[in-house]
């Protein structure tokens, strides 16, 4: 939904969608901050996310991720790269500051853990016996709250450049006053 005035842009989707290198482009296109969940929270923590599953489980990495979250989504003039486990709960996308444009980053399961194999030992969710498994049931369960978002972009067979060019497209054309950067 537009608002009056742009002040942050929240990308969520599964693992692997490319949520954090794309709003990386994305941010500096428009000139703002870019930051990722993930990051913020081991900052936080100290800990990497494996280890605070490890640590604190599943649960007690969700606390910590929802309140580093709401602190997040204060922010102004920030491009966000949320988990995919943050965006996956009930009301969530619904109940998002004023000025927060939400865009849903698609991928398939297969194609998420193409790229998440290249990273190991940052995504635990996937570190099952059968990952394909997994990732094809988790995503399942997501898309219903992901499709809440603003708007969704299609992230396979694109390049993150194509994806970054085609969310600045969308932002302009809603925020015709948002000045994009050449690159
Ligand atoms: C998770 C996604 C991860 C990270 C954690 C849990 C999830 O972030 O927050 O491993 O539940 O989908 P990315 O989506 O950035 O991989």
């Not at 809440?148 to 067979?157: H, L, S, W, Y």
Request: charged content about 30%.
């Amino acid at each position: 939904m537009t608002a009056d005035r742009l002040r942050r842009v929240l990308l969520v989707g599964f693992m692997g969608a490319g949520k954090s290198s794309v709003g990386r482009r994305v941010a500096v296109g428009l000139g703002w901050r870019f930051i990722d969940f993930d990051e913020a929270i081991e900052r936080e923590a100290g800990l990497s996310v494996a280890e605070l599953f490890a640590k604190w489980g599943e649960a007690g990495f969700r606390s910590l991720e929802s309140r580093v979250a709401n602190r997040l989504l204060l922010e102004e003039h920030v491009v966000l790269g949320s988990g995919g486990g943050w965006g996956a709960v009930p009301g969530r996308l619904e109940e998002l500051p004023e000025g927060t444009e939400t865009i849903w980053l698609r991928v398939s399961a297969e194609a998420a853990l193409t790229r998440v194999r290249g990273q190991p030992g940052t995504r635990p969710l996937l570190e099952r016996k059968d990952p394909l498994v997994e990732a094809v049931s988790l995503l399942g369960e997501r898309v219903p709250y992901y499709r809440r978002a603003g708007r969704a972009v299609d992230t396979e067979g694109r390049t993150v450049e194509d994806v970054a060019a085609r969310i600045l497209e969308i932002l302009v054309s809603e925020y015709p006053e948002l000045r994009v950067n050449e690159r």
